[in-house]
């Protein structure tokens, strides 16, 4: 069986045709796809980049040139995928990047990678608003 050589180290045998899928590039149609059928998401223009939200916000912005896309993800979702693919994930520079925005570089990402953390950042938004609990007051 002809594996690839990431594959192999990291113990699968895969064939070679589903190692070319895992490990090859994400295209801007591609993310667009992936992104798209998602429950609930939709496409809207956000600034100079294509946002993908839900209902209730934003989990990626796609840039119109295709060669990045910004996640939306908590600090521990942005600390595991920043470590999962570091030549392909990293924080945003300043504020954004504090608050969890991820620059993701779609030449350098395998779409394995690129899913699994599209979908994290989709299920974060999708997620449903905790319910606010209210003070009692006493009567008087």
């Not at 796809?33 to 939709?42: D, F, I, Q, W």
């Not at 600034?47 to 939306?72: E, H, Q, V, W, Y």
């Not at 995928?81 to 945003?92: I, Q, R, S």
């Amino acid at each position: 069986m002809t594996t690839c050589g990431r594959a192999c180290r990291r113990g699968v045998g895969f064939r070679l045709a589903a190692c070319y899928f895992l490990h090859m590039a994400v295209t801007k149609k591609r993310a667009q796809e992936l992104a798209l059928a998602l429950e609930n998401a939709s496409a809207v223009p956000h600034f100079d980049r294509l946002a993908f939200r839900t209902p209730r916000r934003i989990f990626a912005t796609l840039a119109r040139n295709g060669n990045d896309l910004n996640f939306m993800f908590d600090h521990a979702q942005q600390a595991h995928f920043c470590e999962l693919a570091p030549h392909a994930l990293a924080p945003v520079p300043g504020g954004w990047g504090r608050m969890g925005a991820t620059s993701c570089d779609l030449t350098q990402v395998d779409a394995k990678t690129f899913s699994a953390a599209l979908k994290a950042a989709h299920e974060r938004a999708n997620a449903a608003r905790p319910k606010a609990t209210r003070k009692k007051t006493k009567a008087k």
